[in-house]
């Protein structure tokens, strides 16, 4: 197996709209919204998809916790 590169990660979050205005006002990070209303967070070319606790898109972690990510590599 040869990594190429990181594709993004998914963190778990209580509420996906708190967690966006953190990362937007905050951060500076761009909301995008794709594939049937999911949620992202851009900065340059990286990405982090939020999962809401107990609404999780599959595939996922095996034990979700609020705060955990998933890195997806390519």
Same mark, same amino acid.
């Given at each position: #197996?040869?990594?190429k ?6 963190? &778990?979050? %209580?509420?996906? %709209?708190?967690?966006? *205005?953190f990362?937007?006002l905050?951060l500076? #990070?761009?909301?995008? &919204?794709?594939? +049937? %209303? ?6 340059g070319?990286?990405?982090? %998809?939020?999962?809401?606790? *107990?609404?999780?898109? +599959?595939?996922k972690?095996?034990?979700?916790? &609020?705060?955990?990510? *998933?890195?997806?590599?390519?």
């Amino acid at each position: #197996m040869h990594i190429k590169s990181l594709d993004h990660f998914v963190l &778990t979050v %209580n509420s996906i %709209n708190d967690t966006v *205005d953190f990362y937007y006002l905050i951060l500076g #990070m761009e909301k995008i &919204t794709f594939a +049937e %209303n999911r949620v992202a967070l851009l900065f340059g070319s990286q990405k982090i %998809n939020l999962h809401e606790r *107990d609404k999780e898109f +599959e595939p996922k972690a095996q034990h979700v916790r &609020t705060g955990s990510a *998933d890195l997806c590599l390519l």
